[in-house]
């Protein structure tokens, strides 16, 4: 059978694992598919690649297609995320030399307690803190973002891009004092002794999106046969890397030198939920530290492009309500709906909801009668109802 090429890009993560997953068990061929998986180096280079026509697909920061549809980036075709990939997977990690000075403050470093963290941080921390996340339109600016807001170190923070591969080599230089990214980058600078771990992004905020499937709007309305079986073969990659017998089989993949190019070992560490907090060798065990399925983590939820795009206006100056709107159209539903109904997904019988208000799994509608969400609690209590809704 001739399959059908596409070419995907994606930035060396942990959470790459769904596109990668789909090209080397067969999801994707036998979705008729051949997938050239493209090596990315920066968030920024995989907006450029998808905008310009590089690639046909990209695996990508949620807020950032968002972001695009607000103005902020070059004047490329429009951006549509049209399902979710990974929920969690991002670590916040400090320098060694702050480590030591929050142990001497007493910090127990639990990797669960943002209260605690974040006093303990405050502490030891002089002057200005630089806090490395990998684009300023990033799940992981939102968390650092949240978790400071309203503490004397929110006055002092100074936000850094730096490049998952090179947050590490960040701490090591003294460019930045922290940094939150997604694994397995966060337990390579523990390894390397630069750092230790504090604190979880699942601590911040329950379900806290990390990366999307994102195509051109050009591609994913022009060409729907091709996004509908990419869609379904990565939606089955998600459901593989959702049981627990397969992580250790996923690790090995992701390690390989066409990928992650590091020892199986720390890929595991993300995905078998077992964190080394420090090259002391000190583990927590954290449940569900990254899911890719479970609790309707692939769905595109509306409510959430409104939440990063109110987030958004606010530091640029833009309209919220018009902000939204822009945002909410770009999380493609819709698409959703209509490609993955035949592969079997249950679907939410909404496409917003209140988010931050769920502390624990809850059951809500779905076209198959009932689904479980996963909790999706803010750790401040925060709850966010989007102003206008549609399905």
């Not at 993300?270 to 065990?285: K, T």
């Not at 899911?291 to 987030?311: D, E, Y």
Request: charge should be negative.
């Amino acid at each position: 059978m001739s399959l059908t090429p596409l070419r995907l890009g994606y930035v060396p993560l942990t959470d790459a694992a769904p596109l990668i997953v789909a090209a080397e068990l067969g999801f994707a061929a036998e979705e008729g598919l051949s997938l050239d998986l493209i090596r990315l180096q920066s968030w920024a280079q995989s907006r450029d690649s998808l905008g310009m026509g590089g690639i046909d697909a990209a695996h990508m920061l949620v807020p950032l297609p968002i972001a695009q549809g607000l103005g902020l980036g070059p004047a490329y075709p429009r951006f549509d995320l049209v399902m979710v990939l990974s929920v969690g997977g991002q670590a916040i990690c400090v320098s060694a030399a702050l480590a030591g000075a929050m142990r001497d403050h007493g910090h127990g470093f639990g990797f669960g307690d943002p209260v605690a963290a974040r006093q303990a941080l405050a502490a030891v921390v002089p002057g200005a803190l630089r806090v490395g996340v990998p684009f300023p339109f990033s799940t992981q600016a939102e968390l650092v973002r949240r978790w400071l807001a309203g503490s004397d170190l929110d006055r002092r923070l100074s936000i850094r891009t730096v490049p998952p591969p090179l947050m590490a080599d960040a701490l090591a230089t003294g460019e930045v004092d922290a940094f939150c990214v997604g694994e397995p980058w966060a337990s390579y600078a523990v390894e390397r002794g630069l750092g230790a771990l504090v604190l979880a992004g699942r601590s911040i905020w329950a379900s806290p999106p990390e990366k999307g499937l994102v195509l051109t709007r050009d591609f994913a309305e022009g060409r729907p046969e091709e996004t509908g079986r990419l869609m379904r073969a990565v939606w089955r990659a998600c459901r593989w890397l959702d049981v627990a017998e397969n992580r250790a089989t996923a690790a090995e993949i992701l390690s390989r030198p066409d990928y992650l190019n590091l020892p199986p070992e720390l890929s595991e560490r993300g995905l078998m939920d077992r964190l080394h907090l420090s090259a002391q060798g000190e583990v927590r065990q954290y449940p569900g530290f990254i899911r890719f399925h479970q609790g309707a983590a692939n769905f595109p939820w509306r409510s959430l492009a409104a939440l990063f795009a109110r987030r958004i206006a606010r530091l640029h100056g833009l309209d919220e309500g018009a902000a939204m709107g822009a945002g909410m159209a770009c999380f493609r539903t819709d698409l959703y709906r209509q490609h993955l109904r035949a592969a079997g997904a249950d679907l939410p019988g909404a496409s917003a909801r209140v988010e931050g208000a769920m502390a624990h799994p809850t059951a809500v509608a779905s076209e198959k009668g009932e689904i479980i969400l996963g909790s999706d609690a803010f750790f401040d209590g925060e709850t966010f109802e989007p102003p206008f809704v549609g399905r």
